[in-house]
C-alpha cells in the first residue's frame, strides 16, 4: 500500500470515528432532570451535549445552560420544557418538535412564573414558541423562533404574554407563526425584534404603559395592531411590506394616548388605520416625524376619529395619500401644529418666500373618490380615464366639487428630515443576488443554445405555397 493510501485510509477511519462519536444516541430528558434533582437552588447547569427526547418540566430555580450543542425534542407531544418556578433561566437551547394540537396549544417553552429568562435559544417545529401565563418581570432575548408548517389560520404565537407585566422582549427573530401578542400584560419593553411571514407582527389587547422601538415588521399581514390599549409609544419601527386582506403597518382600535413617531412606513396596504383613537373625549393622538410611503393608502381612518396631532409627516406616492372609511371627513383632527403641517407628493402650491411652507393649503377635493365611497362598485375605474372625466368636470364645475376630506393648513414643500431606523432586511440580500445570478446564468445559456443551435434552411415564399399542396 503506498504513503498515499494509508493517509487516506486513516482519515477514513479517523472520519468515521468522529462521526460516530458525534452523533451519539438521543437520551431522556431524564438524564437532564436527573441533573436538575441532584443541583442546589440557584447553581448553573451545563448541559453534555447531545439530543434529548420527551417533555421536561423545571420547578427549581436553576439556569440551564445548553451552549448551543443541544436540543430537546418534544417528539411531537405537547409542550417540550414547562416552568414552574421563577428565577429559572434557559440558555443555548434547540427546542423543536411540539404538539400540535389546537385545545391543548402546546408551545416550546411554557412559564406559570416568573421572572425567568429565555435567551439564545433557537425554537423549530413549535406550534406556540414562548408563552408566559404569567411570568412578570421576564427576559426573552436573543431567540430564534419557526412555527409549524401550517396555514395561517392554524398556527400558534410565536410569543404570548398573559397578566405578565414589566418584561423584555429583546432582539428576537420570529418567522411563520400567528402573533406575536400581549394580553393584559403593562409596561413591557418590546425592542429590536424582527417578525416576517406572520399573522400580527406584534398585537396588543388591553395592554398599557409600552414602549416599541427599533423592531422590523416585514412581510406579515399586519405589522402591529393595537385593541383597547393606552399609552403606547411606537419609535423608530421599520413597518414594511405588510399587505395581508387587513395589510396595515399599524393599526389604532379605541385606543387612548398613542404616539407614532419617527416610523418608516412603507409598501404596506394601509400605511396607519386608526378606528376610533383616540377613544376617550379627552385623550389625543400623536402622528409625527413618520416617513409614510408607497402604500397603497397612507392613512385609513374612520370618520369618527379625532383630537389625533398628524404633522411633520412625509406623505410620499401613496396611491391614496389620506381617506376615510365610508364616508365623512376629518376635520376633527389636526394635520398641522405649531405652522408645521406636512409633506404631500401630491401637493400643487408653491412657496415664493422659501421658507419651505406652501402658500395656500392641501385640501385635496376629488368627485370621483366621493362617489367610489358611496359606490365601492367604482373601483374598477380607478386611475381610469373615467375617473379623470370625472374629476375634471368638478374642476370646470365647482358647484359639483366635494367638500375636502381634510385640510393641512401649513404644508411643507420639501421633504422633512426623518431620523429613521433603517431596516437591515436580514436575509433579503442573498435572495436578490441569487436571482440576479440566476437570471445572468439564464440569459448567458440560452444565449449560447442559440448561437449554437442547427440553422435552419430558408424557404421562399413558392416553396412553402407548393409543399402545402403535397
Request: negative net charge; hydrophobic residues 40%.
Given at each position: 500500500m503506498s504513503v498515499?493510501?494509508?493517509?487516506?485510509?486513516?482519515?477514513?477511519?479517523?472520519?468515521?470515528?468522529?462521526?460516530?462519536?458525534?452523533?451519539?444516541?438521543?437520551?431522556?430528558?431524564?438524564?437532564?432532570?436527573?441533573?436538575?434533582?441532584?443541583?442546589?437552588?440557584?447553581?448553573?447547569?451545563?448541559?453534555?451535549?447531545?439530543?434529548?427526547?420527551?417533555?421536561?418540566?423545571?420547578?427549581?430555580?436553576?439556569?440551564?445552560?445548553?451552549?448551543?450543542?443541544?436540543?430537546?425534542?418534544?417528539?411531537?407531544?405537547?409542550?417540550?420544557?414547562?416552568?414552574?418556578?421563577?428565577?429559572?433561566?434557559?440558555?443555548?437551547?434547540?427546542?423543536?418538535?411540539?404538539?400540535?394540537?389546537?385545545?391543548?396549544?402546546p408551545a416550546g417553552v411554557r412559564a406559570f412564573a416568573g421572572p425567568v429568562i429565555i435567551e439564545h435559544n433557537r425554537f423549530e417545529d413549535v406550534y406556540f414558541g414562548i408563552d408566559l401565563r404569567p411570568a412578570?418581570?421576564?427576559?426573552?432575548?436573543?431567540?430564534?423562533?419557526?412555527?409549524?408548517?401550517?396555514?395561517?389560520?392554524?398556527?400558534?404565537?410565536?410569543?404570548?404574554?398573559?397578566?405578565?407585566?414589566?418584561?423584555?422582549?429583546?432582539?428576537?427573530?420570529?418567522?411563520?407563526?400567528?402573533?406575536?401578542?400581549?394580553?393584559?400584560?403593562?409596561?413591557l419593553t418590546i425592542t429590536r425584534n424582527h417578525v416576517r411571514n406572520s399573522r400580527y407582527g406584534l398585537h396588543f389587547m388591553y395592554s398599557h404603559g409600552t414602549t416599541l422601538k427599533n423592531n422590523e415588521l416585514t412581510a406579515n399581514s399586519v405589522g402591529v395592531y393595537l385593541m383597547y390599549s393606552n399609552e403606547i409609544h411606537l419609535i423608530h419601527n421599520s413597518i414594511v411590506n405588510n399587505r395581508g386582506t387587513s395589510g396595515y403597518g399599524v393599526g389604532l382600535k379605541d385606543c387612548d394616548a398613542i404616539t407614532v413617531e419617527n416610523n418608516a412606513l412603507l409598501a404596506n396596504r394601509v400605511g396607519i388605520y386608526i378606528d376610533n383613537s383616540p377613544s376617550s373625549v379627552d385623550s389625543y393622538g400623536l402622528i409625527i416625524d413618520n416617513k409614510i410611503a408607497f402604500n397603497e393608502i397612507g392613512l385609513l381612518a374612520t370618520p369618527i376619529t379625532h383630537d389625533n396631532v398628524i404633522s411633520h409627516n412625509a406623505f410620499v406616492e401613496n396611491e391614496e395619500q389620506v381617506t376615510v372609511h365610508g364616508r365623512g371627513q376629518l376635520m376633527l383632527n389636526e394635520f398641522s401644529a405649531d405652522g408645521v403641517g406636512n409633506f404631500w407628493s401630491n401637493y400643487s402650491g408653491f412657496d415664493q418666500d422659501g421658507d419651505g411652507i406652501g402658500d395656500f393649503p392641501h385640501a385635496p377635493r376629488s368627485l370621483f373618490r366621493s362617489l367610489l365611497a358611496r359606490e365601492p362598485n367604482l373601483q374598477i375605474f380607478l386611475h381610469s380615464p373615467a375617473q379623470q372625466a370625472v374629476d375634471l368636470t368638478a374642476r370646470a364645475f365647482p358647484d359639483l366639487s366635494p367638500e375636502p376630506i381634510f385640510v393641512d393648513a401649513s404644508p411643507l414643500t420639501r421633504p422633512p428630515e426623518l431620523d429613521l431606523f433603517v431596516s437591515s432586511q436580514r436575509g433579503s440580500r442573498v435572495p436578490m443576488i441569487g436571482f440576479a445570478v440566476g437570471l445572468l446564468l439564464v440569459s448567458g445559456v440560452g444565449g449560447w443554445v442559440i448561437a449554437h443551435q442547427p440553422r435552419l434552411p430558408v424557404v421562399s415564399d413558392s416553396d412553402l405555397s407548393q409543399r402545402a399542396f403535397v
Open positions: 498515499i493510501q494509508t493517509i487516506a485510509a486513516l482519515c477514513v477511519l479517523f472520519a468515521a470515528a468522529f462521526g460516530a462519536q458525534a452523533q451519539q444516541s438521543p437520551q431522556s430528558v431524564d438524564e437532564i432532570s436527573r441533573l436538575i434533582e441532584l443541583a442546589d437552588p440557584g447553581s448553573t447547569i451545563v448541559l453534555p451535549a447531545g439530543v434529548y427526547e420527551g417533555n421536561l418540566r423545571i420547578d427549581k430555580s436553576v439556569v440551564l445552560d445548553g451552549q448551543g450543542v443541544v436540543t430537546i425534542d418534544g417528539l411531537g407531544k405537547g409542550t417540550v420544557i414547562e416552568l414552574g418556578a421563577g428565577d429559572i433561566t434557559l440558555r443555548g437551547l434547540t427546542i423543536r418538535g411540539s404538539g400540535s394540537t389546537v385545545d391543548q396549544e412578570p418581570e421576564s427576559i426573552i432575548r436573543n431567540n430564534t423562533i419557526v412555527g409549524k408548517a401550517l396555514g395561517p389560520g392554524r398556527r400558534g404565537d410565536g410569543v404570548r404574554l398573559w397578566w405578565s407585566d414589566d418584561c423584555i422582549i429583546v432582539d428576537n427573530v420570529i418567522d411563520g407563526v400567528r402573533d406575536m401578542v400581549f394580553w393584559y400584560s403593562e409596561n
